[in-house]
């Protein structure tokens, strides 16, 4: 396949498949288990003025959204990996005609 690609002549990368997890990936996932976290305390606070029951739904929040951060984390983490291993040439099938 040729064709000008990026105003120059030349091949197009052929295999668009991911390989991994990227760098914004992993900082996407720290990120998002850092705002997880803040969020469960902010709720376990809000609940605990509502309800008036200091410092107990704070730290039932806080271990929740631990739990809920550490399950998202590691669902991208192996989804990553799992593309990892699918695009490694050995777990390929073999074409044989």
């Known amino acids: ?13 052929t ?8 760098g914004a990936d992993v900082a996407g ?9 803040v969020l469960s305390s902010f709720a376990g606070v809000w609940a605990d ?3 008036g029951t200091s410092p107990w739904l704070v730290i039932a929040f806080v271990f929740l959204g631990a739990a809920a951060a550490f399950f998202s984390l590691y669902h991208k983490l192996m989804k990553g990996k799992h593309l990892d291993d699918r695009n490694k040439p050995s777990n390929r099938p073999v074409d044989t005609e």
């Not at 396949?1 to 990368?13: E, I, K, L, N, V």
């Not at 996932?29 to 976290?37: D, H, R, V, Y």
């Open 29 to 37: 996932a720290g990120f998002q288990f850092a705002a997880i976290l």
């Open 15 to 22: 295999n668009s498949a991911r390989t991994g997890a990227s």
């Open 1 to 13: 396949m040729t064709g000008t690609f990026g105003g120059r002549q030349g091949r197009r990368p």
């Open 49 to 51: 003025r509502k309800l």
